[in-house]
């Protein structure tokens, strides 16, 4: 996410965003299961299965988040402040974080991975696409005041679609 981000941001246009971030992802994704199947072994059905998903999303959600985050960080205001927040927030929507404070508190059940590397990734992935991406002050400030709410959204979101998926 952070790649895409970055690419996003340094593209000139809207169309060099989409293309370049597209192109990443897929070759990306490629390099991925090639390397899971070729070199670790896996089986090659499953992940080709799994390519084929990555690569749709290569080709569609990718570049849309590419071209929202290419937008948003160029414009003042309050709007690009809140798509920035939502964007910044998909790093933090996989419970990695919520996970170590409920660990801290007592309350994660026994036997719970834990994935703090993960968890402080998503964090600073989080601050650098709302915090040091936008190239105005007041987007800057409204992306991160809203970051939290738009995590806990973003989380929200996530479980729904996960509750879709069979099995």
Excluded: I, K
Aim: hydrophobic share 65%.
């Amino acid at each position: 996410m952070l790649a895409v981000a970055l690419l996003a941001r340094a593209a000139r246009s809207v169309r060099v965003a989409a293309a370049t971030s597209a192109v990443f992802f897929t070759v990306m994704s490629v390099a991925y299961y090639g390397w899971a199947v070729g070199v670790l072994g896996f089986g090659l059905r499953a992940n080709l299965v799994l390519l084929a998903a990555w690569t749709v999303l290569s080709l569609t959600a990718v570049p849309l988040f590419a071209v929202v985050v290419h937008l948003a960080t160029r414009r003042r205001g309050v709007l690009p402040g809140t798509v920035l927040a939502g964007a910044a927030a998909v790093a933090l929507a996989d419970r990695t974080l919520w996970q170590l404070w409920l660990a801290a508190s007592g309350g994660l059940p026994p036997g719970t991975p834990l994935h703090p590397v993960q968890a402080v990734a998503g964090v600073v992935v989080a601050l650098v696409v709302a915090g040091v991406l936008p190239r105005h002050g007041r987007t800057r400030a409204v992306a991160l005041v809203l970051l939290v709410p738009a995590a806990v959204l973003a989380t929200l979101g996530v479980d729904l679609l996960y509750g879709l998926l069979p099995g």
